[in-house]
Every structure is written in structure tokens, then in C-alpha cells.
């Protein structure tokens, strides 16, 4: 049987309009955009069509899409950009308790260059506290930075009542959307977000390419320096190929995103319903409803992951937890919800993608209830290390 696929919030595999779009740009068109003659002005062209195509998913204007080289730079360039221009009106930064490590670890090297970090708490959903976080500002509060959507268990942030708050008080608002890109609408002026940043390979486009939409009006300091492409703002000549490619993935989100959504939906909530009618001792992590389409984030209680993921040599998914010797490192985003022990050792992401079959999910569902019943039986629990990725 071939392996079964239920990792896509790690990573998507290439749409095939998305190869064939990028096709000719592995070997006609190879001239460096910023060059005046046709070999430049060609590929000039690509790279601006593609800044229209995601300005038009996301609603902005493209001179406000900025081309990196994936999400964890955009973070790197949010985040420190903002500080950087206006830490002279402050130094005090609030994020979440659950933020991915791109947006996470930004802010503790920020808490060693003299910034003061906010972590605010979630609820057992993984909702961020509202009051808590408005209680959290002081005058010296410069940005706000709160996941779109969280990586693990796909619970969905309340963006434009945070942006709200932060415009009442004159704070850059910023959000890492990786995971909520081409999966339910991103539209920037609904969320009213200053600063969005998106990551390619989350949504069929290449690994190694992303975007960061900053709103006009908004200042940052750069932190790649160089001559002055993208605005002058991210030095460096344009990744052609996957620019492009980048752009026909914006493309396709955009045209088919209530299909997708549905087909996400569907999938997920198919292995949902398989694993609980067969199995006892489940518990969904992450909000029932406001969650992402395709994530399915379930702990099998008294079980450790790895023991789960050793046997499932066919399918692909993401653990939530850690077994080195003797001990267990719960994901700090489990840990911020609170989930028990018990169960939060035994969480298992499963992700959906447009190229799930329902065949897919049911052979899946069976070997999963294969396994944990022969792990139940035995009464014993293999504990090998692996790694850690949501």
C-alpha cells in the first residue's frame, strides 16, 4: 500500500498548475528582473503579476506585498522591523502563549536586546484572552503580534476584534498567517491587520518562498541590506521561479477556496467520525468550531504519540509530544491550553490537503484503530525519541 499523506499543515506538495506555471522559468526565462533589456523585463513582468495575484487573495494593494523567502522571515521582518523604528516610543511587545517558534523565538532574542514580552494565555481551546490582553498594555506598548491560525491544533484567533483593540490605542498589529492562507478567507482589511506574513509551501506553492503584506503607511527597518529591490525593503534579486509559483498557488486559492474549504472539511471530519465511533478515550484538542478546515488535533489517552507514530509505518502525521527515556515534553501549545497529561502525551496532529481521497482516509482510519487496539492489548508502551514538528 502506498503511504497516506495527513501532514499538511507541515508541508503541501506542489499543485501541478503550480509546476507548469513555473515551468518555463527553470529554462527560458532566466534574466535577472532588475536588468532593463527583454531578458529582464520579462521576468520583471512575472514577478509583478504574481505580487497582483496574492495582492488579490489577500485584498490589498500589491505595492504592499513584499517577497521573502518564506514565513520565518516574514516574522523575523515584522517583528524586528517594528522594533527597531519605534523603540524610542516604547519597548513593550504582546504575543501569545501558543505563537510558532518563528514568531516565539523572535521575541525572546527581542526580550535580550531590552524589549519586555507579553505572553498572554489561551483558554482550553487555545483562544487567546481578550480582556487579558488588553489589560496587558501600558503606554510603552509598541506591537501586538497574534497567530492567524495555530499550527497544532488549528484554532482560529479573533484577529479583527485584536486589531480593534490595538487601533484604539495606536499599536502595530501584526499576524503570522502560514497556516490560514488558502484555507479559509485572508483578507486583510477585514482582519484589520497592519503587517500578514505567509509562507508558500503551507499552500501548494514552493518551500523557500513567502510574503509579508505590509500596510501602507507602516514603516520597519530592513534586515537584509543590499541594493534596493522589493521597495528597498528586502535586498536581493527576486526568486523568479518561485515568485511565480507563489503566485499561481495565490492564484488557485483564491478561485477555488469554498470547494477546498468543503473538500478540507469533509476529510477531517470523516477520520473524526471513524475514530470515534471505534475507539474510547479520545479528546479533541483545539476549538470545535472555530478551527481550521482540515486539522484534526486528537489524543489518544494513556498513550504516548511516539508509541502510536512507531507503528504507523504508512501514514504521515505530526505528534505533540516528545518521549526521551524516560520523560515527555508536551508542545508548549498543549501545555499554554492545559490539556492533562494524560492526554496531552498522546496528541496526534492530522492535517488534510486537497489531495485527500476519502479511500485515504478510511484505509487510515483503520490502521489507526488497528494500532491503538494492539497497544491497549498489549499493555505496554514503546517509547523511541522523534522529533518534534507542527
Not at 20 to 47: C, D, I, K, W
Not at 134 to 146: C, G, H, L, Q
Not at 245 to 258: I, P, Q, V, W
Request: glycine share 8%.
Amino acid at each position: 500500500m502506498d503511504p497516506i499523506y495527513l501532514d499538511y499543515n507541515a508541508s503541501t506538495p506542489l499543485d501541478r498548475e503550480v509546476i507548469n506555471t513555473m515551468q518555463p522559468y527553470l529554462e527560458g526565462y532566466f534574466g535577472n528582473p532588475s536588468s532593463s533589456h527583454r531578458y529582464g523585463t520579462q521576468t520583471r513582468a512575472a514577478v509583478e503579476k504574481a505580487r497582483q495575484q496574492l495582492a488579490d487573495l489577500l485584498g490589498c494593494h500589491p505595492d504592499e506585498i513584499i517577497f521573502t523567502s518564506g514565513g520565518t522571515e516574514s516574522n523575523n521582518f515584522a517583528l524586528k522591523g517594528i522594533a527597531a523604528v519605534r523603540k524610542t516610543e516604547g519597548n513593550h511587545i504582546i504575543t501569545s502563549s501558543i505563537e510558532h517558534p518563528a514568531v516565539g523565538e523572535v521575541c525572546r532574542w527581542l526580550a535580550g536586546q531590552g524589549f519586555d514580552i507579553s505572553y498572554i494565555p489561551v483558554d482550553e481551546y487555545g483562544l487567546i484572552d481578550l480582556q487579558e490582553m488588553e489589560a496587558a498594555i501600558t503606554p510603552k506598548t509598541i506591537f501586538i503580534s497574534v497567530m492567524h491560525a495555530n499550527n497544532e491544533v488549528g484554532t482560529i484567533q479573533p484577529l479583527s476584534e485584536i486589531s480593534r483593540i490595538a487601533r484604539k490605542r495606536g499599536i502595530i498589529f501584526h499576524s503570522d498567517a502560514a497556516q490560514s492562507v488558502g484555507k479559509i478567507p485572508v483578507r486583510v482589511e477585514e482582519l484589520g491587520v497592519d503587517l500578514l506574513s505567509i509562507a508558500g509551501h503551507k499552500f501548494y506553492a514552493p518551500k523557500g518562498i513567502g510574503a509579508l503584506y505590509i500596510r501602507k503607511g507602516i514603516r520597519l527597518e530592513k534586515i537584509m541590506h543590499g541594493a534596493d529591490h522589493e521597495r528597498n525593503l528586502r535586498a536581493g534579486t527576486e526568486n523568479v521561479l518561485e515568485i511565480v509559483g507563489l503566485g499561481k498557488a495565490a492564484e488557485l486559492a483564491r478561485r477555488d477556496l469554498d470547494k477546498n474549504y468543503q473538500h478540507l472539511r469533509e476529510m477531517r471530519d470523516l477520520l473524526h467520525l471513524i475514530l470515534s465511533e471505534n475507539l474510547e478515550g479520545l479528546k479533541l484538542n483545539g476549538h470545535p468550531e472555530l478551527r481550521l478546515p482540515n486539522t484534526l488535533n486528537l489524543s489518544f489517552r494513556d498513550i504516548d504519540a511516539a508509541a502510536i507514530i512507531a507503528e504507523l509505518d504508512d501514514l504521515a502525521v505530526s505528534a505533540g509530544a516528545a518521549c526521551h527515556a524516560d520523560t515527555v515534553t508536551v508542545s508548549s501549545v498543549l501545555a499554554a491550553m492545559k490539556i492533562p497529561l494524560p492526554y496531552a502525551r498522546g496528541a496526534i496532529r492530522f492535517s488534510t490537503g486537497r489531495m485527500t481521497t476519502r479511500d485515504e482516509i478510511e484505509q487510515a482510519a483503520g490502521q489507526i484503530i488497528s494500532v491503538i487496539r494492539k497497544i491497549r492489548e498489549k499493555g505496554t508502551i514503546r517509547k523511541p525519541a522523534i522529533p518534534l514538528c507542527m
